[in-house]
């Protein structure tokens, strides 16, 4: 996966930094256009990843913006995204965010409760503006994901559950600044099965029909993001199979001609193209383990400590020099928490201090969730 001359640049710079490969991320996105019928429109979801230069990238293909924090429109809008190409979601916007918004006239807000609902319809009259926007329904369909990171279920503090439809219905006839145009359904991310994809088919045809039935043609109906990436085999599944993916909604999605179809897809476009780039500082012998600790840790990545999430971690100057000698490693940080833990107990080359250390797919929600905790540097980015 990694050439010789990019181990020598890596071997330069100072670590860490996440590095991009440009060409896999180009890669995708073609697969992803040849994959996806042309009637479906797809927003990335810039909460994964929002590097500027992979922003460009992914533009450059059409694709519109999904953005959770008026920071995120401005970025998107930054880098030359179209206004009326991104859509606004999350749980809390702020009255501040929603003028941007407005300002800006978005393309839609997704809308997650009746107070939000209002809130928006006041501040578009004060605008003398109309805000379209889309309802973000709880379909109850569980994404067998990680507990953290599923959304689509009655008990999560996502979305409008079914049972409230109507009394929105009846509110939404009093806003006279809102225009219902769509309906927003998202029920969890690194969801590889897809079995969980169909069954929320099923459900938005039936609430689909429902809203029909009681009068409502939506012209636009979005089904989120979700789609999971092999964080096992990196190089063996590059790129998810995006056909498998948009072919469950061929076959299951019953919607009307008239209905465009959305998605709002993140890790499945940006996680395989990013490694955190790290280089061994000390090798210290434990009890029963060897530790390699690494200067980076989870103020870089914090998806192990936080949902215990896998990386694939390489050791890239072992791989290069052909070290055959192994032993067990547990891969840590630097940072003075216990869970700064990249990998227990792994079969590892023998490692030494300097070593460049890959930890693999951390495109997606890596960068983006980096913090400064003990005042550490903010990390850097590497594009190639
Ligand atoms: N749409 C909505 C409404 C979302 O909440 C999300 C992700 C997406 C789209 C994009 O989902 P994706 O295609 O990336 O799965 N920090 C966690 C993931 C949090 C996902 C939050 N929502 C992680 O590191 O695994």
């Not at 109507?166 to 590889?192: R, T, V």
């Amino acid at each position: 996966m990694f050439e010789q001359n990019l181990l020598n640049t890596f071997n330069k710079l100072e670590t860490p930094f996440y590095y991009y490969d440009l060409n896999l991320l180009k890669n995708t996105l073609n697969q992803i256009i040849k994959a996806a019928p042309t009637k479906y429109k797809i927003h990335y979801a810039l909460k994964a990843n929002n590097n500027k230069t992979i922003l460009s990238t992914i533009k450059e293909t059409g694709f519109g913006a999904d953005c959770v924090s008026g920071n995120e429109i401005k970025r998107a809008i930054e880098v030359g995204f179209k206004t009326q190409d991104i859509v606004f979601a999350g749980v809390g916007k702020s009255d501040k965010e929603i003028n941007f918004a407005l300002d800006n006239n978005i393309f839609c807000f997704n809308v997650e409760s009746i107070h939000e609902l209002q809130v928006i319809n006041e501040l578009a009259s004060i605008k003398n503006k109309i805000a379209c926007i889309a309802l973000r329904i709880n379909p109850n369909v569980d994404a067998f994901t990680h507990k953290y990171i599923t959304t689509g279920l009655e008990e999560n503090k996502f979305g409008i559950n079914p049972y409230e439809l109507d009394a929105f219905l009846e509110e939404i006839k009093k806003y006279k600044n809102i225009d219902l145009i769509g309906l927003h359904f998202h029920i969890g991310s690194q969801i590889e099965d897809l079995n969980p994809f169909k069954n929320l088919c099923l459900r938005v045809n039936e609430i689909n029909k429902w809203f029909i039935s009681k009068g409502y043609l939506l012209p636009h109906i979005n089904l989120g993001g979700g789609l999971g990436i092999n964080y096992q085999e990196p190089d063996k599944e590059a790129i998810v199979d995006f056909k498998a993916y948009f072919d469950v909604f061929q076959n299951y999605l019953e919607l009307l001609p008239l209905q465009q179809i959305h998605f709002e897809l993140g890790r499945c476009i940006v996680a395989q193209c990013g490694s955190l780039i790290s280089r061994v500082l000390y090798i210290k012998n434990g009890t029963n383990t060897n530790f390699a600790i690494l200067d980076a840790g989870m103020t870089e990545l914090i998806r192990p400590a936080l949902y215990q999430a896998y990386h694939k971690i390489e050791n890239l100057t072992a791989i290069s020099l052909e070290r055959k000698q192994q032993s067990i490693y547990d891969i840590v940080g630097p940072i003075c928490e216990s869970s700064d833990c990249f990998g227990k107990a792994v079969i590892f080359p023998e490692t030494f201090r300097g070593d460049i250390i890959a930890i693999r797919s951390a495109g997606a929600y890596g960068k983006v969730m980096s913090n400064r905790y003990n005042l550490r540097d903010e990390i850097k980015e590497l594009t190639a």
